[in-house]
């Protein structure tokens, strides 16, 4: 028996290029752990390593708010990065069974073929499963968002996330210790408030496009 299901499969970038694997083993499941609390109703099943500790794999309920789950996990990670592949299809029932790591399906062979195909085109997310314009049109909105994070420094980012959790340049300057000169600048110079916008406008827009599709 099979069902129809969203699958989120993540990869370190440059997995091989990080030094110290232990420290950061304990970081990969620290940033799995917070995302999981951080979201407890998107995932229909816990975000899990996945074949080695710099993959990860989820069953999604609400992949209209993907982007939120995505971010969160760069940010904990930061300054790894990981590239992400949203698969639609279907995946072998097994009752009672709690872990994906236990499950299989076509759905998970869709996903790892369009991570390959990501890695070697150099985006930072796919789609599998779903030829739709709407998922073309969130494969280029979440590509274009990464990939702006991605050329920033690590202490843009660190300004970055700390200035979209207070809204407030005084109090990120005193949160991270540097001056609110220091943090305005950083802000105009990547665009924050511009990028805030349109990463608000994309989740919201696909959180209305795919409603009916949550499992």
């Known amino acids: 028996m099979v069902k129809k299901v969203y699958v989120l499969l993540g990869d370190v970038i440059n997995s091989r290029g990080i ?36 993959e990860i794999a989820a069953l999604v309920k609400k992949p209209g708010s993907i982007y939120k789950a995505i971010t969160a996990i760069n940010k904990r990670l930061d300054p790894e990065m990981m590239r992400f592949v949203l698969a639609k299809g279907e995946m072998d029932i097994v009752p009672k069974v709690k872990d994906i790591a236990h499950l299989d399906g076509p759905v998970f062979h869709d996903a790892a073929n369009q991570m390959m195909k990501i890695k070697k085109e150099k985006w930072l997310f796919g789609i599998a499963g779903d030829d739709s314009k709407e998922a073309k049109a969130l494969h280029t909105q979440i590509n274009c968002l990464l990939l702006m994070r991605l050329n920033w420094s690590e202490t843009q980012r660190r300004i970055f996330y700390a200035y979209a959790e207070t809204d407030n340049q005084e109090k990120t300057a005193k949160k991270l210790k540097i001056t609110q000169q220091s943090v305005s600048k950083t802000l105009r110079l990547i665009s924050a408030t511009q990028v805030l916008e349109l990463e608000q406008q994309s989740i919201e827009w696909a959180n209305d ?3 009916d599709q949550q499992y």
Do not use: H, T, Y
């Open 19 to 54: 030094k110290n694997r232990k420290q950061f083993e304990k970081k990969f499941q620290a940033a799995l752990e917070g995302v999981m609390e951080e979201f407890p109703d998107l995932f229909s099943m816990p975000v899990k390593q996945w074949k080695g500790i710099d």
């Open 209 to 211: 496009v795919f409603a």
